[in-house]
């Protein structure tokens, strides 16, 4: 057999005269990306993302049908090879109609793959769920109580009535598989022998932890207060969120072999810099704790309280001296919660003073609602503007009403005092509810924001100072609880990489597309599913609930979790993780939308009994004609059409359901994309155990 020889990469290399310069590469171990090559298949050439340079010819070649010839020189990576493969994945992805992962996963902050463990629920396998869910977010009992459900939002199932009680069905899963008496325990990696401070007990706080540990690192957790939980025990009232539903999820982080030390507090019980001696990283978690003022005159007066101190002081069995008469000033559910638990501490007028309307209040609907049912009062376009101790020993709060003008930079209109409307209150007390600063005032050498938030990198969690990270509330500022354990785990990846000696990357960052969001998709997404109700949440009468703190909502029965689970559209792709566009895409740091036109339409046929045609999401690339004829020796599938419109259909225009069974494998194997799939393949983003991730490859 004749031989030639020729330079690949630098490298000079012999081989058989009419060996492509791919198969050349790949005997080498050497990536060249490809979506049209098949080993069993004549060169195609048609993607043309497998482009190389040749020396001394001025265009890239397809290295897939270019044979390696006598004294060649062939570069396989270059910037501008890297670009034209980045144009032919861009050109592919702006006539993609899909969605790599779930909407619901994507609006999640911690990335729960949700249809996983929803499908996990919906076959009865509490335990399985539990264990995916855990894979991103460790407090799932906690979370389930008191998320505001962003992952909501996205739902698809809105198209067809309502969305998924997500959060709902991850509370059943953890306190199902506690109730059994087995907690689920994470296994961890080997020890590393390294020390991690973690200072606040904190949702970031505990999710760095749990986390840590997985990942082989033995963590101290300090803590200002009694107890674990930070603001989801010191700030969310108990009939909300049983205290021994925290306590339980943090005994998991304790038997993962956490050291608590509690009422410590950073500058004065502890520094940094003892911290940084002591330990070989450190990461804060410590909230945006501090209330922030109201700035008016009289904010000082006795009776005047802030929601934050007044929620935490009830959080203790603190004595509370509080009137018949409260006012709750702010319009976010720390101030419906501060109404709430004001209404169970005894008062009997109680009214949320909240400078828009109500339908710019940031708190969470459903609480606004509970709190109406329990006889909150809601005063809106109205602000308070002084306050003064009354001769008759009330406080006299002098108000003015407000109306709406332009927007502010949160989207909100803008609220404007109403000349002359200024009139006067008279009550017991006033809960100031109007946001949360964050206390840095110990963090000596760090950087600030000039928001007096820690200055770090929202990814990794980097700070100024080599050793420290930071997470949560104390760098984004107040915010919702699972930002913040997505934070804390993001936040361990990191050390992880730190305390390896390694760059620190962060966890890796994959491409995701996207056919929109719910206001943008197709509407036929939503056919062929029935109408179903969601499943409504038990909960106390109000004449219950309003005389203790008992929790309100009273969980799912089992038979409400299957059907509810069952809802789920199972949205994402079943071929995510072996997609090569998706691992394309990310290699070459593609953008979807860099490239805009006409895009095609939503198009499933699920006639076959074990295959679905998403042909929304081919890419054309021709496998599965090619097969159908050169191996397989039938024309069931092929090309129709021309240019932009081009398709690949069954032959005759027929429905998959009459394509010969022979061979259908075949052609599902060879999809790049996943636009043919098995019908029991499931929707799994995700793998259930959380380790050391590894760098994404394509290939």
């Known amino acids: ?18 060996t492509t310069i791919l198969e050349a590469a790949r005997a080498e171990g050497i990536f060249i990306p490809t979506f049209c090559h098949n080993e069993k298949l004549k060169p195609f050439a048609s993607c043309f ?40 994945v861009e050109l592919l992805l ?34 399985a769920a539990l264990e995916l869910i855990k894979r991103n977010m460790p407090l799932p009992a906690v979370l389930g109580r008191i998320c505001t459900r962003p992952c909501e939002g996205e739902c698809r199932r809105k198209l067809v009535e309502e969305p998924i009680a997500i959060c709902q069905l991850h509370r059943f899963a953890a306190d199902r598989v506690s109730a059994s008496g087995v907690e689920y325990i994470p296994r961890k990696a080997p020890s590393s022998g390294k020390r991690v401070a973690v200072v606040g007990a904190g949702p970031a706080g505990l999710s760095a932890a749990y986390y840590l540990h997985l990942l082989g690192h033995r963590c101290t957790v300090f803590d200002m207060h009694e107890k674990a939980g930070g603001m989801t025990r010191y700030g969310i009232p108990s009939y909300r969120l049983p205290r021994e539903v925290i306590e339980r999820e943090v005994a998991v982080i304790k038997e993962l072999g956490a050291e608590f030390r509690f009422n410590t507090r950073l500058g004065v019980d502890i520094t940094l810099d003892r ?19 109201m700035s008016i005159r009289g904010e000082e007066t006795e009776g005047v309280l802030s929601g934050i101190g007044f929620l935490g002081a009830s959080s203790r069995d603190e004595s509370l001296k509080i009137g018949r008469r409260v006012m709750v000033v702010g319009g976010g559910n720390t101030a419906v919660d501060a109404a709430r638990t004001a209404l169970r501490l005894g008062a009997g007028e109680v009214s949320i003073l909240y400078r828009r309307t109500r339908a710019e209040m940031p708190a969470w609907e459903e609480e606004i609602h509970a709190a109406e049912k329990e006889g909150v009062r809601l005063d809106i376009l109205a602000a308070p503007v002084a306050i003064d101790q009354g001769p008759d020993g009330f406080l006299h709060v002098t108000c003015i009403e407000m109306e709406l003008g332009e927007p502010d930079a949160s989207g909100r209109r803008r609220p404007i005092p109403k000349p002359g409307s200024e009139h006067l209150r008279v009550v017991d007390n006033v809960i100031a509810a109007i946001g949360q600063d964050v206390d840095a005032s110990d963090c000596s050498g760090l950087r600030l924001t000039k928001w007096q938030t820690i200055d770090a990198d929202l ?30 785990r993001r936040a361990a990846v990191s050390i992880d990489q730190y305390l390896r000696g390694e760059k620190v990357t962060g966890e890796p960052v994959l491409y995701n597309h996207t056919m929109g969001r719910i206001t943008e998709v197709d509407s036929r997404v939503a056919e062929g599913f029935d109408k179903v109700p969601r499943a409504a949440m038990p909960e106390r009468e109000v004449e219950e609930r309003i005389r203790g703190f008992a929790e309100v909502e009273t969980g799912f029965s089992e038979a409400a979790v299957r059907q509810e689970a069952a809802r789920c559209m199972e949205c994402g792709c079943r071929d995510v993780n072996e997609c090569r566009l998706r691992s394309y895409a990310t290699e070459f740091h593609a953008d979807q939308f860099h490239y805009r036109g006409l895009k095609r339409v939503y198009e499933r046929d699920d006639s076959h009994a074990e295959v679905v045609y998403d042909a929304h999401k081919c890419i054309q690339c021709g496998n599965c004609v090619r097969l159908s004829e050169e191996i397989l020796g039938t024309s069931a599938v092929g090309f129709t059409g021309r240019g932009i419109s081009a398709r690949v259909r069954p032959a005759m225009g027929r429905p998959l359901a009459e394509v010969d069974g022979k061979g259908i494998d075949q052609l599902v194997e060879n999809c790049p994309v996943g636009a043919l799939i098995r019908k029991d393949d499931r929707v799994a983003a995700l793998e259930p155990e959380f380790k050391r991730p590894e760098p994404p490859h394509p290939e």
């Not at 899909?98 to 619901?104: E, V």
């Open 459 to 488: 990814h990794r969690g980097t700070t100024n100072i080599d050793k420290i990270f930071a997470g949560g509330d104390c760098v984004s500022g107040a915010d919702i609880a699972v930002t913040a354990v997505a934070a804390g």
């Open 275 to 293: 911290l940084c001696a002591d330990f070989d990283a450190v990461f804060l978690g410590l909230g945006a704790q501090l209330a922030k003022p």
């Open 1 to 18: 057999m004749e031989r030639i020889t020729f330079a690949l990469d630098g490298k000079k290399l012999t081989v058989a005269k009419g």
């Open 94 to 127: 702006s006539d993609h109609e899909g969605d790599c992962l779930g909407p619901c996963m994507t609006t999640c902050p911690a990335g729960i793959d949700i249809p996983g463990f929803v499908k996990h629920l919906a076959e009865g396998n509490d335990r």
């Open 49 to 88: 993302v497998c482009v190389v340079e040749i020396a001394g010819r001025a265009g890239l070649v397809p290295s897939c049908s270019t044979m390696a010839a006598e004294g060649m020189t062939v570069v396989t990576d270059s910037e501008r090879i890297r670009k034209a493969r980045r144009t032919c």
